[in-house]
């Protein structure tokens, strides 16, 4: 390895709001550490950080670019993968539901992960390196939800594109770790837009707002450092999942 040459690196979807950014700015504090960020919202690279522009709910524009998120890895004893971004789509029953935003929820939820899962596999599969895929989730995907069945379904879909491909990992003996990331309510954009939501929509509005008055949530920086502990350590996975709480 290169002297000063950065150690690990990290790939971030979702890194300009939110938890994403939060972790971009966690793992750009410690000097051994590069990030590549994939956001919708343009930002600026910089020493350590590249910026790469995609919206993950067109998956042929992020298949055009993936030689640019999974460069050459061979400077970096680490390479991580965290599926961070999420949307969470329109708060309401089905049947109320615009096609259009049903596509895109699946798209960038479950298809774009689904595609950045398999591009890491074939890039870094076949190298002695440390290699993890982290993929954020959330009760929703386990737990029923009214007006969440967009967002939950395709959490559920995440998890379980997790679990065979760690099934496969240890099949193929491809040395690649694959976690479950799931978090408890974090105080982030997507909290803003449940509290928008009406109570017809979303029967557990109240206790959404309640969590926000009574100091219930999680803030992306308290997120960002429990999974920096995490990565920093052996991992240990509960029933398949890792969870933070308030």
């Known amino acids: 390895m290169e002297e000063n040459h950065p150690q690990a690196l990290y790939i971030i979807t979702g890194c300009s709001k939110g938890i994403g950014k939060a972790l971009l700015n966690k793992i750009l504090s410690y000097p051994h550490a590069a990030v590549i960020g994939i956001s919708r919202t343009p930002m600026k690279s910089r020493e350590r950080f590249t910026n790469i522009q995609a919206d993950l709910s067109d998956w042929q524009a992020l298949v055009n670019k993936l030689a640019s998120i999974f460069p050459d890895a061979s400077f970096y004893s680490k390479v991580v993968l965290i599926n961070n971004a999420a949307w969470i789509g329109e708060l309401k029953h089905i049947g109320k539901l615009d096609n259009a935003s049903i596509a895109r929820v699946y798209a960038s939820n479950c298809v774009a992960p689904a595609i950045l899962m398999n591009a890491f596999a074939q890039q870094y599969a076949h190298t002695t390196k440390e290699k993890l895929v982290i993929n954020v989730s959330t009760s929703a995907g386990r737990n029923p939800r009214d007006g969440m069945s967009m967002y939950g379904s395709t959490k559920a879909a995440l998890d379980m594109l997790t679990k065979v491909a760690r099934q496969e990992a240890e099949i193929s003996n491809s040395g690649i770790s694959y976690y479950i990331l799931s978090v408890g309510a974090t105080d982030t954009p997507m909290q803003d ?54």
């Open 193 to 246: 837009a449940i509290r928008e939501t009406t109570q017809d929509n979303f029967s557990t509005l109240q206790r959404f707002i309640d969590l926000k008055n009574s100091n219930g949530l999680l803030t992306a920086e308290e997120v960002a450092n429990h999974v920096w502990q995490l990565l920093q350590t052996p991992i240990q996975a509960e029933d398949g999942y890792i969870y933070i709480k308030k």
